[in-house]
């Protein structure tokens, strides 16, 4: 069982490139999220889709746009990328919004990114 | 607005030591669900339990405890015997029936175990 995939693994960016990061699960979940990690700040929610064809904006949306692409995938993209983008993301998926704090967030590998 | 507050930012025991980690957390919700993740050096993140604002009672698996004190408004994490495997940054997050999207991370406790 693959559970949530995150690809890249690893990247930077120059101040200003665009880049995706993809997502998929395998477990039939309906919602998926996507939340970044800085040092000394914890996890902070970027976007999530509670259901496909659903997305709303977390804690700190600025500055990403978010694709659900189908009940698997959930697509992070960085149009403009900032230094201050420099961080770890990590994709989550849960079995139903509703009931996330039924079941608890599975999360993937994450993927590094650094912006210089 | 839901806040978790782990206060200690680092901890460092020798192995066999017992260890606790601190959480606290705030919310105005009387249904929440509290949970404890850690991210070992590799980076992931695993689920360690999931605890709902009903059940007070105290739950031990193996040689880890959750001590959840609503009176106090914590859930502290202890580890018995700790092992250099228990290495990794733990986080304790909250989430509320008011904001069920939106999982609250406190900000983590690392915890170093020499031999």
């Known amino acids: 069982n693959a559970g949530v995939t995150q690809t890249p693994k690893f990247q930077v960016l120059k101040t200003g490139q665009s880049m995706t990061l993809q997502c998929a699960q395998d477990?039939?979940?309906?919602?998926m999220y996507w939340y970044r990690q800085d040092p000394g700040m914890g996890l902070r929610l970027i976007y999530y889709s509670a259901s496909e064809g659903t997305t709303d904006k977390g804690e700190v949306p600025n500055g990403y746009n978010v694709s659900r692409l189908n009940k698997r995938e959930f697509s992070l993209r960085l149009e403009s990328a900032a230094p201050s983008q420099t961080s770890v993301y990590f994709c989550?998926?849960?079995?139903?919004?509703?009931?996330?704090?039924?079941?608890?967030?599975?999360f993937g590998n994450g993927t590094r990114l650094t912006v210089t | 607005a839901q806040k978790v507050t782990q206060a200690q930012t680092e901890i460092s025991v020798v192995e066999k030591e017992d260890v606790t980690l601190d959480c606290v957390y705030e919310?105005?919700?009387?249904?929440?669900?509290l949970f404890w993740y850690k991210q070992p050096p590799s980076g992931e993140l695993v689920f360690l339990i999931r605890r709902n604002s009903f059940d007070e009672q105290n739950e031990i698996s193996g040689r880890y405890s959750w001590n959840f004190q609503k009176s106090t408004s914590s859930f502290n994490f202890t580890i018995t015997a700790s092992q250099v495997v228990d290495s990794a940054v733990y986080f304790c997050?909250?989430?509320?029936?008011?904001?069920?999207?939106?999982?609250?991370f406190g900000t983590g406790t690392r915890l170093q175990v020499t031999l």
């Open positions: 989550a998926s849960s079995l139903h919004r509703d009931s996330s704090y039924n079941s608890p967030l599975h």
């Open positions: 919310t105005r919700d009387t249904t929440y669900y």
């Open positions: 997050a909250l989430i509320d029936t008011g904001t069920a999207s939106k999982l609250t």
């Open positions: 477990m039939n979940h309906n919602s």
